[in-house]
């Protein structure tokens, strides 16, 4: 019997962006949605925004492959674009940017409407009552909130229950296990109100394929303008060292550390069955390789008892802010 996981949730961050020509062509993506349903996954996780140099076509391509059609239930986010978050939550930016994603979708609900980023020039009573509204008239099943900080998260979530307005019931965030912040404070808390975690970047962008450390990172997302923000937060010597030491215990193994990573995150993390993983992919064969790598089930005893070691220098040298500045992120 197969080990149980987290709910999987296919990235598409770079469905349409120049950066992957491959992702630009609608029969190559349709063989990406041909591999999902074949594996049972049926959550698509996309945003507005996605990809970062060519925002909506990410969203439009979704909608030209007929995914819904296919049986996939497509989440988004709410637009922001360039490097300023500010007013992206008011009521009126809300409305025209779920109405644009129906369309070009070719939805009448989306799964989870998330607010992708903190707004800090609209109230957030505001924006409570936006996101309310477009649950309140159908456009969604759930609402989420992505990348908000705790204190930020805990205000709007006292003026839903102040106003009677729908509380989220989704946390998007990044997760893996380098990036353990979200255990501290903001999963208990979530937990508390009934609120599942989705966690990005179990890969940490790529740089968890150890491919930075051995100085064979060129030519990766790592080394280009569109991933330069992972690059900013995990290319530090205590980063690397944990990498290192991971290498030591799974190499004789026979165990990738793309791998390790994504088994640690379905099996030994924080994460319940009702959270999920979002994986990225931009080639279907690496698509195929992390989904089954996943369902290799729990990791041996020692890489675990190594991933605890990780978690614990990083904490105690308090290196894990991977807080997302609008301003840093691609496109720059």
Known sequence: MAEKHPVIYFGTTTLGSSHVPALQDEKVVSQFFDVLNSSG????????????????????????????????????????????????????????????????????????????????????????????????????????????????????????????????????????????????????????????????SPLGGGFLTGKLTLGTAEGT????????????????????????????????LGIKPSEAALRWAAYHSALGEKDGIILGATKIEQLKQNLEDIEKGPLPQAVVDEIIVIGKTIDAMGTGNFDVKPANLPPK
């Open 41 to 200: 996954i049926s959550q698509i996780d996309t945003a507005a925004r996605y990809p970062p140099d060519n925002h909506g076509a990410s969203e439009r391509m979704i909608g030209r492959v007929k995914a819904p059609a296919r049986g996939f239930i497509i989440n988004t986010k709410v637009l922001f674009a360039g490097q300023n978050s500010d007013g992206t939550l008011s009521k009126e930016a809300v409305r025209k940017s779920v109405a644009n994603s129906l369309k070009v979708l070719g939805v009448e609900k989306l799964g989870i409407l998330y607010a992708h980023a903190p707004d800090l020039a609209t109230p957030l009573a505001e924006q409570a009552e936006a996101l309310n509204e477009q649950y309140q008239k159908g456009f969604c099943e759930k609402i989420g909130i992505s990348n908000f900080p705790l204190d930020m998260l805990k205000s709007f979530i006292e003026i839903c229950e102040k106003e009677g307005y729908v509380k989220p019931s989704v946390y998007q965030g990044q997760y893996n296990l380098i990036c353990r912040e979200p255990e501290k404070e903001l999963l208990p808390f979530l937990r508390k109100h009934n609120m599942t975690f989705n966690g990005y």
């Open 221 to 252: 997302r790592l080394r280009s303008a569109y991933g330069a923000h992972f690059a900013a937060w995990y290319d530090r010597p205590e980063f690397h060292d944990a990498v290192k030491k991971l290498l030591e215990v799974i190499e004789p």
